[in-house]
């Protein structure tokens, strides 16, 4: 079972700030309340290519569980192993941006919950089309933003039951829901909350978009700087 959505936006600023917004929009609550769900961020490769002058990053984020709790209470504890309260995900980012010919491709996907569901996000920015450029479009960002969820959980849990069928929760867990229906309830649920976060994420973009426009690039990496240093006093 696969369930994709797609959508698009437009943000009221130019390509280079927006690819900093982009890097920067998990790097306080202050600067971005929105992205409070995020641990930790850690880059883990960061390089341009010699020949096409790309910009390639590898991130690793700790997020506080996409995963709905309705999805946690629809399996039992030893599929999802345990209190919903504790679960983290780590999300695998990675980027390439291409300045001169001005676009960005990104994607994220989560490296555990992967027998429960997997979600792959991938955000395509890029400058105005050339039939849409004008003096109006010219302060403008656009980005296709595609999520793919799939859950192999339903077919996992069939193979389980042809194993174990005295194992009373599993049988009937099959029994009622069906292979197909536990991937379809799992992909459903969990893609209403991920295009409730989509619309968070934009948000958190915007805000970050707009202080740097009034703090200016400078003035935002020095509250940054502040910060990390109150921290870690």
Not at 74 to 86: D, F, I, Q
Not at 153 to 171: I, M, P, T, Y
Request: net charge positive; proline share 4%.
């Amino acid at each position: 079972m696969v369930l994709t959505h797609t959508t698009g936006h437009t943000y009221s600023h130019p390509f280079p700030t927006v690819t900093l917004a982009y890097f920067l929009r998990y790097s306080s609550p202050q600067l971005n309340p929105f992205a409070a769900h995020v641990l930790s961020t850690d880059t883990i490769s960061n390089y341009v290519d010699p020949e096409t002058r790309r910009l390639h990053t590898t991130r690793i984020h700790l997020k506080k569980s996409r995963m709905p709790n309705a999805v946690y209470k629809l399996l039992p504890s030893g599929v999802t192993g345990g209190s919903s309260a504790e679960k983290a995900s780590y999300i695998l980012e990675t980027s390439v941006v291409d300045i001169k010919e001005g676009w960005m491709k990104t994607e994220s996907r989560n490296l555990n919950f992967t027998g429960v569901l997997s979600v792959v996000e991938k955000q395509h920015f890029s400058l105005p089309s050339e039939a849409d450029r004008g003096p109006a479009t010219r302060n403008e960002t656009d980005v296709v933003t595609s999520v793919v969820f799939r859950s192999r959980l339903g077919e996992k849990l069939r193979g389980k039951l042809g194993q174990a069928q005295e194992d009373g929760w599993l049988s009937g867990f099959i029994g009622g829901w069906g292979a197909k229906g536990v991937q379809r309830s799992i992909e459903t649920l969990a893609s209403s909350k991920t295009m409730d976060q989509l619309g968070k994420s934009r948000d958190g973009m915007r805000l970050v978009l707009e202080r740097i426009r009034n703090n200016g690039v400078i003035g935002v990496l020095e509250t940054l700087r502040r910060e990390r240093q109150v921290q870690a006093a």
